[in-house]
């Protein structure tokens, strides 16, 4: 590992969260350690003095369609980010095979989101079976069943089903569940992932709300006292004033806007509830002008087109709670977010002039300034790249490259340093110049300097402009360099077809209509390539590589849609 590369990156961090991160580790090597020397300690339950209230709160969101998890015949099937494993006879929690790169298919396992795909004995089965097998203070008990975020998960995933089915349990079943429930929301509070922050908090804070809603007791008022605090402090720094979630991903937006749903939803009334209102008005807005014709969110940065609920669900969930719901916009500036939107009846653009994420908090960040998405009639034509998986490798580097994505690269090299899995060195700063938007269009003229490291100091602008009429312009300028080579790449959509091609034009189709693209300077190729809409899923594809020249220099292309 580089030392000096690794200084790049904690200097970013906050000193608070890395002094949470140091406590949390000396906590969890004691405690190991503890329990390796009296095992028995394991097994006694810090459970706190709580009981069930009589109107318990109901689950928001509507049964899965497909159940992850199916009982066979001899064993168990369990498909988590389209990765099918099976278990004979009962499942094994802490197989070796599953202890891999994050450990992501794992904590699905333990998340129990799962859960309401199960009939009522093999729900009492399954849950029961992980109460006797699951401990804390094992070795590496913080990476899965007793990791904070699968915690948060889970107990709402329990208290939901418990309401759900509580007529048709039996007595001594419920009370072992609520007494496993009262002891990880005990040490949840206790381990909150303050170290993390993010979306990883709002889970933590969503947990609380929940436990404080479903038990009664002095236990259960802490919780409650704990969440309040943190809600007013997370919502001050992870949503921003364009109502969008700090870390840009269009994916984990949808997630924290489900949880703070919920969390609006179990909260005691009040300003601070009102507040939130406010708020999700805000975020609601954001889904809205975020989501594509197809009816499914953008790909920026980490996620998957079906990691979260979709838009149409959490907007009508949104609704039933709030009473009404927003239209999406013809166009849009989120300016603290940095996304730029125009939509009409035949095209819809998302163009990328903002930050890649948070100082603080770059895990899900990608090498996409200036990059765009772009449908037409309906159907996706230029895509992100999206994400295969987490685990550290070639795959989750790709994804997270700027070659991966539909901008600039010079000598194919990244706008930011990015390393491991979720680690980011040096960083790029965006700067807009001008931008303008009404019902004909949009124009964005921004910069960056993540080149500037390079011989040089290239900074690389990019001029972007759409009009209602379906015309694409861009301009790339590189100031400044030394000879680096230029490259702009644009992925294709899978169903996209490549109808004829030269060296300066080429038309596409995808359904009844033509998009053409056009270059005046440089040479324009597709080559194969992948898109990952989804953990776990990999589809070929085509890229266009426009080889433009060498920095510093000017380039132009356009694109042009029209019905067949």
């Known amino acids: 590992m580089s030392t000096a590369r690794l200084l790049r990156s904690v200097r970013h961090t906050p000193g608070p969260q890395l002094l949470h991160r140091l406590g949390l580790l000396l906590k969890r090597k ?27 709160p109901m689950p928001l969101w509507p049964r ?12 168990w099937d369990a498909c988590f980010l389209n990765v099918r494993r099976y278990f004979p006879g009962q499942i094994d929690w802490h197989r070796k095979d599953l202890n891999t790169g994050t450990r992501l298919w794992k904590l699905n396992l333990h998340y129990f989101d799962w859960a309401e795909g199960l009939g009522d004995a093999q729900f009492i089965g399954l849950t029961q079976h992980w109460i006797d097998s699951n401990r804390p203070f094992g070795a590496g008990y913080w990476l899965d069943s007793w990791n904070s975020y699968a915690i948060s998960i889970r107990v709402v995933a329990w208290m939901g089903e418990l309401a759900r089915r509580r007529t048709g349990l039996p007595e001594v079943f419920i009370r072992a569940m609520e007494v496993s429930i ?27 709300y929940w436990g404080a809603r479903y038990f009664d007791g002095p236990a259960a008022r802490q919780w409650a006292h704990i969440a309040n605090e943190l809600l007013d402090r997370e919502m001050q720094q992870q949503v921003l004033r364009d109502g969008f979630h700090f870390e840009l991903s269009p994916a984990y937006h949808c997630q924290v806007f489900a949880d703070l749903l919920d969390t609006w939803y179990v909260m ?5 509830k009102s507040l939130l209102r406010q708020r999700l008005a805000d975020m609601a807005q954001a889904v809205a002008d975020m989501t594509h014709p197809d009816g499914k969110i953008s790909l920026f940065n ?15 969930v ?6 009404y719901g927003p239209q999406a916009r013809r166009y849009a500036w989120l300016r603290d977010a940095g996304y730029h939107i125009f939509r009409t009846d035949e095209l819809f653009l998302i163009h990328d002039a903002g930050p890649v994420g948070p100082d603080g908090l770059p895990a899900h960040a990608h090498g996409d300034i200036f990059a ?33 994505h539909n901008t600039l690269t010079l000598d194919d090299q990244d706008q930011c340093e990015f390393w491991s899995a979720f680690r980011m060195g040096r960083r790029a700063r965006v700067t807009v110049l001008e931008a303008s938007h009404d019902d004909q269009g949009i124009m964005v003229d921004a910069q960056h300097d993540g080149y500037s490291h390079m011989s040089g100091q290239p900074v690389h602008r990019r ?3 759409v009009q209602s009429d379906g015309v694409l312009c861009i301009t790339d300028t590189v100031i400044g360099g030394q000879g680096q080579v230029a490259r702009s790449r644009l992925l294709l959509h899978p169903a996209v077809q490549i109808e004829s091609q030269g060296e300066t034009c080429l038309r596409l189709r995808v359904g009844d209509r033509l998009v053409l693209v056009e270059t005046t300077q440089g040479r324009l190729v597709a080559e194969p390539a992948v898109w990952w809409p989804d953990f776990g899923v990999e589809q070929a594809t085509l890229q266009l590589v426009i080889d433009l020249g060498v920095a510093p220099g000017a380039w132009s292309f356009q694109i042009r849609t029209q019905r067949s």
Do not use: C, W
Not at 44 to 56: E, H, I, M, T
């Open 372 to 404: 765009f998405e772009l449908s037409v009639g309906g159907h996706r034509v230029f895509v992100d790249a999206g994400v295969f998986e987490y685990s550290a490798g070639e795959r989750r580097a790709r994804s997270r490259s700027s070659v991966m």
């Open 268 to 272: 005691s009334d009040g300003t601070q």
């Open 182 to 208: 009262a002891e990880q929301l005990q040490f949840l509070a206790y381990n909150l992932e303050l170290d993390i922050g993010g979306n990883h908090l709002i889970k933590n804070i969503k947990a609380l």
């Open 30 to 56: 004691t405690l190991v350690a503890l329990v390796s020397l009296l095992p028995a300690l394991a097994q006694r339950r810090a459970v706190p003095r709580v009981d069930a209230r009589a109107d318990l």
């Open 463 to 465: 001029r972007i402009q």
């Open 302 to 316: 980490d996620g998957g087109l079906n990691m979260a609920h979709v838009p149409e669900q959490l907007l009508d």
């Open 318 to 323: 949104y609704t039933s709670l709030i009473g």
């Open 64 to 75: 899965a369609s497909q159940a992850s998890v199916v009982q066979r015949a001899e064993g």
